[in-house]
């Protein structure tokens, strides 16, 4: 059984599904594993253009799978420690694929399965989808980035509340607060995302993947910085085919074509 499935579409849109419904997708050794290389290769994939990550079943993901820890003998701190850097960095690499990525937040998002969603250029989920990051009523101190990712998207009054109370957000409130990008009803949710996807897929490649870059961290540090990343990134785009042909494009009264230069 594969635990993650990858639907290469053919207008460049890539979908990776959580595929563990029988334990809420929770972040298995294997699924992991998978991940890992579906990663690796999208890093090398030049036919991709977006990048949707969603659940298979009622869940989105239920975090990682924690049964190790009941059965683990005196395992140390360091090894500990090793281990779930190892985890966190091989499901946030997410972050680092040059294309945007979309999550779709179809159910339950809980502990590090809602954080890896937030490390995702855009989050679109379920009204009706539960978000929680329940790590203290765990005994747990939050990981996966938990105390990053959450103050940069939702701002720090809300991170608190969850992380420290453990507090379940429904998706169309997490729209409200900015947890998530947009929420839609659960039945339209992926229909949804792959529209936006697809036209998202649709835009000229150089010119997404440098406007990635310039909001990475949530932007430029101050006006002056984005200014001299604008006059040199703009000038790039101005030298493409893509340029040419999204003038053309528009002068046409026609949908472009973009290429990859």
Not at 20 to 37: F, H, L, V
Not at 153 to 176: C, D, I, K, N, P
Not at 215 to 229: E, S, T
């Amino acid at each position: 059984m594969n635990e993650l499935l990858v639907d290469r579409r053919d207008d460049g849109v890539v979908v990776l599904t959580l595929n563990r419904p029988d334990r809420r997708n929770a972040m298995t050794d294997g699924m992991t594993e998978e991940w890992r290389r579906a990663v690796d290769g999208l890093k090398r994939d030049g036919d991709a253009r977006c990048v949707v990550v969603t659940g298979a079943g009622s869940a989105f993901c239920s975090g990682g799978d924690l049964s190790w820890l009941a059965e683990r003998g005196a395992e140390n701190v360091p090894a500990l420690r090793d281990r779930m850097l190892g985890f966190y960095r091989t499901w946030l690499s997410i972050a680092e694929l040059e294309v945007p990525t979309i999550a779709a937040i179809n159910g339950a998002a809980v502990g590090a399965g809602l954080c890896f969603a937030l490390a995702c250029d855009l989050v679109y989920a379920a009204e009706d989808a539960k978000l929680l990051v329940p790590f203290t009523s765990l005994g747990l101190h939050p990981g996966m980035a938990a105390t990053y990712l959450l103050p940069r998207v939702a701002g720090v009054g809300v991170a608190r509340e969850m992380l420290l109370t453990g507090r379940t957000v429904l998706g169309a409130e997490a729209a409200v607060t900015g947890l998530v990008t947009r929420a839609f009803p659960r039945e339209s949710l992926l229909a949804e995302v792959l529209g936006i996807a697809s036209a998202t897929a649709a835009n000229a490649p150089v010119a997404t993947r440098l406007t990635k870059v310039a909001l990475a961290g949530g932007g430029h540090a101050d006006l002056d910085a984005a200014l001299r990343w604008e006059s040199l990134a703009q000038p790039v785009t101005m030298a493409t085919g893509d340029l040419r042909e999204g003038l053309a494009a528009q002068r046409e009264r026609r949908s472009p074509r973009f290429g990859n230069s």
